[in-house]
């Protein structure tokens, strides 16, 4: 299986000269908006979007030059952004609209954000384009057949244009279990590799997948004593066992995949990050896990700076250590198949 | 307080540009000959020399380029080493005999390296002299006096070659419980402290120490289910308590420190570092949770060096990442008194 020059030479300018994946994401919309809100005490819809280009401004500006890559929005993020991109620094564009539809039937839909294309992307100088989707196997029928039909509609215009296409799969508890129960702990690793599995089919036209972590690390065992936020919590697997989710996850993907943060503390993302990287994963791609720190101070954009100097970067440079033993994507097995 | 301008210049070329330390040791004699003896299921007196000569010059070739500076000893590892050594790699020669002698009274009792002398060290280009001592608050008098007598003898040996003196402080279990038991993982924090405090003093002229981390993290509540080792342990205490401790050792150590890795392995040191570096350390001088991986090998060179290109670099880069936000060692409190 081979790619086109144009995806080829695209992919490369995402990732360190060995091929690993060191990606920044800052293209968050709704959840940067909440965590806004929640530091001055204030509903969200009083956060201006100023507010949200500022933030997303100094982020990149500090952290963009020890990323191969970063990720942001083209409506908030990029166009403020721009000037700080460093030179041989990747660029992705989101493409989904923030959040979701509660669907009539069991599950949430994803939608596209409104006048923005692929095509759009390619112009304004995207590397890559990403799409955000919620899935869950057991969603009904129709809100399954819509996500499905979304990827694979981004899929087909990206392979138009020679565009790399990172689909980012996040799943959810459909009903009942809150994501922090032993219930969704439980589920979690089955929940993420058959999403995987799903969208790894040829006909998505899927190049990277962006994934979450395949179980809730402060759920397993050997951590379970409250190793990464002080709260204690029954075990409900092993080390072992997860260290078995990864290898799974890395059988379902088709091609190579990198891990999201969800926002979790430094330190259990680097502990996640170590087992994806034993296992088999090209990288990584996150944002809030390394900068949300930063925002406590909004809106002092000085001190947010100064955060972002000081603890961001460092943050930074520990996670591109971490990855410093990752596949690089050119070597997964998609590309050894004759 | 002020250095010498030899002991300034020196204490210079052992750190990065930032003045933080990320320094390799690869001065064990007893414990590398143990290891080797395991590997190849053989009572140590059967290794010979030149297995260690040969597998240090391993070691220093292939992760030394990672280091800001390498401790090794003037017998087995400096001269065969030496056409490996990369430029601007500083050099700390140990100035101690291996293991100790078990004293008459309670305790262990330090030896210098015989034929050896700072002025030698000087001539062969070392940047600093090392001692390790074995030590015990609560050893009989005269181990604590003869202990003391040699700290201070180095150290006024050292200055008077305007050679930075770094001093390791390895503390031990007296008698009854061993070093892997809940009575001395609750000493520990102790020791430590109460150790560094006593070569803090200025009559020993110590410019670095060398210390253990102050407790055990596999008794620490939140490791406790074996997060490191996948050894369930009682609880001694909790992880705040063991911030505290560290706070309380940067607060006894009256001169710059950095940690050592007592062997852990590499994810337990990771995390120690980040509370030391967190508490106020200068870096790290650590060997074996670096490179003990590789000894396995032995005696097939090739896959050691294998194994150390990978897995031994990996291990370097990330403690090198997470001793980012380290003290440069120049400003330590000692350096801003009047």
């Known amino acids: 299986m081979q790619l086109s020059a144009g995806k080829w030479r695209r992919l490369k300018s995402l990732t360190d000269e060995q091929g690993r994946f060191k990606m920044l994401a800052v293209d ?35 952290l963009a030059p020890h990323a191969t890559a970063v990720l942001t929005d ?34 949430r839909r994803s939608r ?23 899935y ?47 219930e969704f702990a439980r589920q979690k690793p089955e929940l993420v590799i058959r999403s995987a599995q799903e ?38 697997y092993t080390l072992k066992e997860v260290r078995d989710f990864c290898a799974q996850l890395n059988e379902a993907s088709g091609v190579p995949w990198v891990i999201l943060s969800a926002g979790v503390d430094i330190e259990e993302f680097l502990m996640q990050l170590d ?10 791609l996150c944002g809030r896990t390394l900068w949300k720190g930063s925002l406590a101070y909004y809106p002092n954009y000085d001190k947010m700076e100064e955060w972002l100097h000081t603890q961001g970067v460092y943050n930074l440079l520990r996670a591109n250590a971490h990855a410093a033993r990752a596949l690089p994507w050119f070597e997964h097995r998609k590309f050894l198949q004759k």
């Open 28 to 62: 968050q919309r709704g959840s940067l908006r909440r965590a806004l809100s929640q530091a001055v005490n204030r509903p969200p819809n009083q956060i201006p979007p100023e507010a949200l280009t500022e933030v997303k401004r100094l982020i990149t500006k500090v």
């Open 74 to 107: 083209p409506e908030y993020g990029y166009p403020a952004s721009l000037e700080h991109w460093p030179p041989r620094c990747g660029l992705l564009l989101a493409s989904e609209g923030t959040s979701y539809e509660r669907a009539k039937g069991k599950g």
């Open 112 to 134: 596209l954000l409104e006048n923005w294309s692929v095509e759009k992307a390619q112009r304004a100088g995207a590397d890559a384009v990403k799409l955000l989707i919620y």
């Open 136 to 182: 869950h196997p057991e969603a009904s029928r129709d809100v399954r057949l819509h996500q499905q039909q979304l990827v694979q509609c981004v899929g087909e215009e990206c392979a138009s244009f020679d565009m790399p296409f990172l689909l980012e799969i996040v799943i959810y508890p459909l009903e009942g279990s809150g994501p922090d129960s032993a």
């Open 199 to 236: 969208f790894s089919q040829p006909h998505y036209r899927v190049d990277l997948l962006k994934l979450e972590f395949p179980a809730d690390l402060k759920w397993a065992r050997e951590f379970s004593q409250g190793a990464f936020d002080g709260k204690e919590r029954p075990s409900v």
């Open 275 to 284: 087992l994806a990287v034993e296992a088999g994963s090209s990288g990584f």
